[in-house]
T-cell receptor, first 116, second 111 residues
Framework: ETGVTQSPTHLIKTRGQQVTLRCSSQ?????VSWYQQALGQGPQFIFQ???????GRGNFPPRFSGLQFPNYSSELNVNALELDDSALYLC???????????????FGPGTRLTVT | GQQLNQSPQSMFIQEGEDVSMNCTSS?????WLWYKQEPGEGPVLLIA?????ELTSNGRLTAQFGITRKDSFLNISASIPSDVGIYFC???????????FGKGTKLSVKP
């Protein structure tokens, strides 16, 4: 069984640019969530995708957007990058959608984004 | 917004000692999860709790879901050097389902 994988591992972008981060969910998992983890903080929920549709969103602006594909892999896109977007971006997959009574999320290793 | 207060912020202990950390909130949660994160890695799920009062063990780890549903604790018995890392609590609120994380407890174990 393959775990959650993310690419790239590290990325350096300039303020104002756009970035796309990728995630492959764990085998058998149909739900993907994205989190932003600033240095020294816990992860913060960005949004979740279930069956290729956004199924919940945290307090992040519209320039954070995403996609989920039929094979359950996912992308996180961030437009007009700001310096504060520098963080570790984590993808997590789960076998059940948000509102299920049993709820466990499994995280990938993350993508470290640096905005200069 | 909802916040989780996790304490202590950091701990320096001797190998073999027991460890206790906890999370509290002003909001009611219907799920508590405990994760461990090591440098350069994503959080790894340790224990999941679904019912108020539930006490669950995973090897040397034991976690409890507080009766008020506003708190949870994690105990590690007989710590070893590989227990080093940052431990996060996370809670799920109502039907929304997204996880809210604490700021973490950094554990250092001296051999």
């Amino acid at each position: 069984e393959t775990g959650v994988t993310q690419s790239p591992t590290h990325l350096i972008k300039t303020r104002g640019q756009q970035v796309t981060l990728r995630c492959s969910s764990q085998s058998g998992h149909n739900t993907v969530s994205w989190y932003q983890q600033a240095l020294g903080q816990g992860p913060q929920f960005i949004f979740q995708y279930y069956r290729e549709e956004e199924n919940g969103r945290g307090n992040f602006p519209p320039r954070f957007s995403g996609l989920q594909f039929p094979n359950y892999s996912s992308e996180l896109n961030v437009n007009a990058l700001e310096l504060d977007d520098s963080a570790l971006y984590l993808c997590a997959s789960s076998p059940l959608p948000l509102a299920a009574s049993s709820y466990e999320q499994y995280f990938g290793p993350g993508t470290r984004l640096t905005v200069t | 917004g909802q916040q989780l207060n996790q304490s202590p912020q950091s701990m320096f202990i001797q190998e073999g000692e027991d460890v206790s950390m906890n999370c509290t909130s002003s909001s009611i949660f219907n799920t508590w999860l405990w994760y461990k994160q090591e440098p350069g890695e994503g959080p790894v799920l340790l224990i999941a709790l679904y019912k108020a009062g539930e006490l669950t063990s995973n090897g040397r780890l034991t976690a409890q879901f507080g009766i008020t549903r506003k708190d949870s604790f994690l105990n590690i018995s007989a710590s070893i050097p590989s227990d080093v890392g940052i431990y996060f609590c996370a809670g799920r609120v109502g039907s929304q389902g997204n996880l809210i994380f604490g700021k973490g407890t950094k554990l250092s174990v001296k051999p």
